[in-house]
C-alpha cells in the first residue's frame, strides 16, 4: 500500500520543528481503525509536509469493551484523567453531569487531542471514542442493561472491591466515578436502584476523583478486562509505558 497523507498545521509543526524529522525520515503512525503502518515524510516545505504511507507493520489492537464515566473536573486534572483512562484501553469517554460536578462545560476537542497524545506517547493503538456529556439520570434511564456499570461507592456493602466484582460476568462494562463531593443522596438511591449497578469500594482511603479512576479502571481490568490472563497464569511480566 502507498498513499500519502497530508498533515495538518500541528502535526506538521511537532514533526519537523519538535521532532527535528526531514526529508525522507521514516515514522510509525496508526488511524485507531487499521493498525500501525511504517511511512516517510514527503513533501517538505513552508512548514507544512506530508507522509506517504507504506506498509503494515501491526494489526490494530482489541481492547476491553470499557467505556469510562465521570463526573468532569477542572482542566489539569481532567486531562490527566483522560490521559490515564487512555492508557488503561478503555473504549469510551463519557462525562457524565451529576449535582455536585465542579464543571459542566467540557471542551470535547481537548479530551480527544489528550487521547491522542497519552495513546501517542505509550503506543496505544486504539483511542477512545468521546462522548458529549450527560446528565446522570438521563444516562440511566436511557441506560442498555447488558452493559455493566461499575459505581464506585464509599458505602458499598461489600468491603473488598475484588470480592464485589467476581460475582459478575465478563462482557460491555462501565466505569463510573463521581465528583469531588460525591454523588448525593438522591443520585445515590437512583444508582442502587438499578439492577445493572454493581456497588465497589475502592478501600478504606478517600481517593481524589483523578486517583480514584486509575485504581477503579486497573481493579476492572484485573478481574474483568484482558489484564486475566496475567494476573492468573504470571506468564508476562507488567510493562511500564
Known amino acids: 500500500m502507498n498513499a500519502t497523507h497530508d498533515c495538518t498545521p500541528q ?37 507544512r509536509c506530508a507522509l506517504e504511507v507504506t506498509e503494515q507493520v501491526g494489526p490494530q489492537q482489541e481492547g476491553p469493551d470499557l467505556h469510562y464515566l465521570f463526573a468532569p ?52 493503538l486504539r483511542v477512545p471514542e468521546v462522548h458529549e456529556p450527560v446528565k446522570l439520570m438521563a444516562l440511566l434511564e436511557g441506560w442498555e442493561p447488558a452493559r455493566r456499570i461499575v459505581y464506585c461507592d464509599e458505602e458499598a456493602e461489600i468491603a473488598s472491591p475484588v470480592e464485589a466484582l467476581a460475582g459478575v460476568e465478563p462482557g460491555p462494562l462501565a466505569v463510573l466515578i463521581g465528583p469531588e463531593g460525591g454523588f ?43 489484564w486475566r490472563s496475567l494476573c492468573t497464569t504470571c506468564q508476562t511480566p507488567a510493562r511500564a509505558p
Not at 496508526?30 to 515524510?41: K, Q
Not at 481532567?78 to 490515564?84: F, P
Not at 442502587?192 to 475502592?202: D, I, T
Open 11 to 47: 502535526q506538521s509543526n511537532y514533526l519537523l520543528n519538535v521532532l527535528r524529522f526531514g526529508q525522507g525520515d521514516e515514522i510509525l503512525v496508526f488511524d485507531g481503525a487499521t493498525g500501525e503502518w511504517r511511512a516517510r515524510l514527503v513533501a517538505v516545505g513552508r512548514g
Open 73 to 124: 473536573l477542572k482542566h489539569a486534572r481532567l486531562d490527566y484523567m483522560v490521559q490515564k483512562a487512555t492508557e488503561m484501553g478503555v473504549a469510551a469517554l463519557r462525562p457524565v453531569v451529576t449535582r455536585r460536578t465542579v464543571t459542566s462545560r467540557v471542551k470535547l476537542e481537548r479530551m480527544r487531542a489528550n487521547a491522542v497524545e497519552a495513546a501517542e506517547q505509550c503506543g496505544v
Open 184 to 226: 448525593d443522596e438522591t443520585e445515590r438511591e437512583a444508582l442502587r436502584q438499578r439492577p445493572f449497578v454493581v456497588p465497589v469500594s475502592l478501600g478504606p482511603r478517600v481517593m481524589r476523583a483523578d486517583t480514584a479512576a486509575v485504581a477503579a479502571l486497573a481493579l476492572v481490568n484485573a478481574v474483568l478486562g484482558d
